[in-house]
């Protein structure tokens, strides 16, 4: 993924949604030790009650329980947000983060992936190849993922101001 400096950006932004809820910042099976290895090398402390990073949430798929993870939030805020614009994990943060203002739905119906363009004043700063060559990355990380994990990510809440950008049908 080329490089963008999202800081620049983000610490002057007026959102109060970032990082926080309603969104939540959802955890896939292979970052989980990379995260909790930084964690440790930085001695960051969780919370008092909780050693742990990782909530479970559960969604509803055709009448079937889909478990996925998340990274816990204190006080509405993710546990690793500090000064509401910097987050303490940015090297290891998940991907879903990382490629924000991109993120995608994946319909298994129709096996069919969607990538959405959110609403932020980043959108306005990044180069087209960063867009480009995010949409590539999305693309083989996905393929990484169990299908749980895809449909439960892509059947939360979507903001009704995310823009469609690409859709790629045939995906899995
Ligand atoms: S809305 Fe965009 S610019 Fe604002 S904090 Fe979030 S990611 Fe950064
Ligand atoms: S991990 Fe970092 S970028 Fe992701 S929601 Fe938490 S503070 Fe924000």
Redesign the pocket.
Known sequence: MEKFDFFKTCKKCKDEE???EP?Y?FVAENEIERIRNKIKELKLKISDKSEDFIDIEVVYYEDEPLKFKV?KKINK??????NRR?????EV??F???I?PLTYDYFPKENKLVIYLGDCPLTKKMPKSWIESTIEEIKKELKKRTKEELISYSILDRDETLKIIKEIPNFL
């Open positions: 970032c990082c926080r969104y910042a990274i805020d993710c546990i690793f947000l500090e910097y987050c303490r994990i940015n943060k998940p879903d983060c990382k924000w």
